[in-house]
């Protein structure tokens, strides 16, 4: 079945570039998201990507796709301590109203 | 404003009770979802409704029911079946045909007394 996978934690000086990445399993997903979450609170759209794009960029985020590898990929620019969230990497199930959603990656920036 | 209202914030649940989580949005949007949280886990799908009075079971069905009787409203009931209950609960909405464009609640953290 359908899968996403991130990695849990990412911990970044403030000012660096923050990369967060995942991976899924379904080739014909139409659009890959990104969506971040603050504490208590629910899930805000950041950016996406429609799966025949290699790149994406607005503002101070990039993404990346790689359909061969199946890899998508979050970069921050400048990160800011108000970008510490739970960023959820999600995929659209083909032929369905579905998104399947990864793990989170809780990411911490530090002074 | 225009938005999707998740209540209560807060809900505690006693053993065999039934509790019931409302989601009401403003957005005239005809598909409307139910995800559950789990630290350390993705959002995994419960039910989703495309239009009135039709809806789905998503991946985690087993002890919830939902209801589609408006467009506004998609309330998930909590049953004493489902026995692990305590989740952190999310509502979402979206214009059909915009699949990109998913738009979620504050959330509502139901736990079990």
């Known amino acids: 079945g359908e899968d996403v996978e991130q990695s849990l934690f990412l911990s970044v000086r403030e000012g660096d570039s923050s990369v967060i990445n995942c991976t899924y399993t379904d080739s014909s997903s139409t659009y890959l998201y990104w969506y971040k979450q603050e504490p208590g609170a629910g899930l805000q759209l950041l950016t996406y990507?429609?799966?025949?794009?290699d790149m994406k960029q607005d503002q101070r985020l990039t993404v990346l796709l790689n359909k061969k590898d199946k890899h998508l990929s979050l970069r921050i620019a400048d990160t800011q301590t108000g970008d510490s969230a739970i960023y959820f990497c999600?995929?659209?199930?083909?032929?369905?109203?579905?998104?399947?959603f990864g793990t989170g990656t809780r990411l911490q920036v530090f002074p | 404003d225009g938005g999707i209202t998740q209540s209560p914030k807060y809900l505690f649940r006693k053993e065999g009770q039934n509790v019931t989580l409302s989601c009401e949005q403003n957005?005239?949007?005809?598909?409307m979802y139910w995800y559950r949280q789990d630290p350390g886990q993705g959002l995994r799908l419960i039910y989703y409704s495309q239009i009135v009075n039709d809806f789905q079971k998503g991946d985690i069905a087993e002890g919830y029911s939902v209801s589609r009787e408006k467009k506004e409203s998609f309330p998930l009931t909590v049953t004493s079946a489902q026995k692990n209950p305590t989740a952190f609960y999310l509502c979402?909405?979206?214009?059909?045909?915009?699949?990109?464009?998913?738009?979620f609640g504050s959330g509502t953290q139901l736990s079990v007394l």
């Open positions: 999600a995929e659209s199930v083909s032929n369905t109203d579905k998104l399947i």
């Open positions: 990507i429609f799966s025949n794009m």
């Open positions: 979402a909405s979206r214009p059909t045909g915009v699949t990109e464009k998913l738009f």
């Open positions: 957005l005239n949007h005809d598909a």
